[in-house]
């Protein structure tokens, strides 16, 4: 069955930097476009970035536009986003997302959380 573990979360201060992770399981991952969301206190779950099966095409949310990197190293099942300069705004609850057929995955979700 498929599965998605997220890791990497945790408290950081505005300016600082987090690389989460997503380990995937249960399916051909180099075959899928792999994507991450968040939802943050009160707010909807959002679209932050996706990557393409192979991993040229990616896609940002303009919240997030050079400041975020989504990669994924199809040998090793994982796909990462690299967090810099991190704001408040940007605590969230992260999670991974995959579409395989007509069933959608998610993860557990990683809490990060910026503050001072």
């Known amino acids: 069955q498929v599965q998605l573990v997220e890791s990497g979360g945790g408290l950081v201060q505005p300016g600082g930097s987090l690389r989460l992770s997503c380990a995937a399981s249960?399916?051909?991952?180099?075959?899928?476009?792999m994507s991450w969301y968040r939802q943050g206190p009160g707010k909807e779950r959002e679209l932050v970035a996706h990557?393409?099966?192979?991993?040229?095409?990616?896609s940002y949310a303009d919240s997030v536009k050079g400041r975020f990197t989504i990669s994924r190293d199809d040998t090793k099942n994982t796909m990462y986003l690299q967090m810099n300069s991190l704001r408040p705004e940007d605590t969230a609850v992260y999670y991974c997302?995959?579409?395989?057929?007509?069933?959608?995955?998610w993860g557990q979700g990683t809490q990060v959380t910026v503050s001072s």
């Open positions: 249960g399916f051909i991952f180099r075959e899928y476009v």
């Open positions: 990557i393409g099966w192979s991993g040229d095409a990616t």
């Open positions: 997302q995959v579409t395989n057929g007509a069933n959608t995955y």
